[in-house]
């Protein structure tokens, strides 16, 4: 399977944007970039996904390489709600079984 | 409301005594999945579903058991738990041919003595 690197940590404080790094220098031209956050004693939940291109939705923005090699998760502006852990998935959009496959993630702590 | 529902949250048991987690989900997904949660590991799936009758072994099967005779619930089954099974449990669902969403359940923590 793709590997994602992320780093362990990273802090931020409120209202301020947060760029959350992701590098999947191993994908394949099939796999789509997913972000999925998992509060304290939740379950994971889904953030926003892409291919080639950036996206936007009302959570989050992605911006991916154009190598594709590495992807940036944007928060615009941090709140203490956004203190989660992070997790960076390539999923090939090939096969009949839909996975997720979680590495260690991202650690966000939002400093008021 | 759209979610997944899991029962129980908790759960302390000892070695052997069968147990089962429920899952449920109200928005007719065709997709469902276990997946258990260790620290340093990761989500490995256990099972998943792709409709109703349909059940496939994910990565980490051994030791449990699924059924899905109705769209809406993925029950999990430990026949005879052991001490490893102690973990962090999650049922998800998706729709089928969506790929960017899975919906996750919040999770059932449970304790083999």
């Known amino acids: 399977d793709a590997k994602t690197t992320q780093p362990n940590s990273m802090e931020s404080n409120e209202e301020e944007p947060v760029h959350l790094p992701c590098n999947h220098s191993?994908?394949?031209?099939?796999?789509?970039i997913h972000w999925y956050r998992q509060l304290p004693s939740q379950g994971p939940e889904y953030v926003i996904h892409g291919l080639t291109s950036n996206v936007n939705n009302r959570m989050a923005s992605l911006a991916i390489a154009e190598d594709r090699k590495s992807s940036t998760l944007i928060l615009h502006r941090a709140t203490l709600r956004d203190a989660a852990v992070y997790y960076c998935?390539?999923?090939?959009?090939?096969?009949?079984?839909?996975?997720?496959?979680f590495g260690k993630g991202t650690l966000l702590t939002v400093n008021p | 409301e759209a979610q997944v529902t899991q029962n129980p949250r908790y759960l302390i048991t000892v070695t052997g005594k069968k147990l089962t987690v429920t899952c449920s989900q109200n928005?007719?997904?065709?997709?469902m999945s276990w997946y258990r949660q260790d620290p340093g590991l990761g989500l490995r799936q256990i099972y998943y579903s792709m409709n109703v009758e349909v059940t496939d072994k994910g990565d980490v099967p051994e030791g449990y058991k699924v059924s899905r005779k109705e769209k809406r619930n993925f029950p999990l089954i430990l026949e005879s738990p052991s001490p490893n099974q102690t973990s962090l449990y999650f049922c998800?669902?998706?729709?089928?041919?969506?790929?960017?969403?899975?919906?996750f359940g919040p999770g059932t923590r449970l304790l083999v003595l």
């Open positions: 928005m007719n997904h065709e997709y």
């Open positions: 191993t994908i394949s031209g099939t796999d789509y």
């Open positions: 998935i390539l999923e090939n959009s090939g096969g009949s079984n839909y996975k997720l496959t």
């Open positions: 998800a669902s998706s729709p089928l041919g969506v790929m960017e969403t899975q919906y």
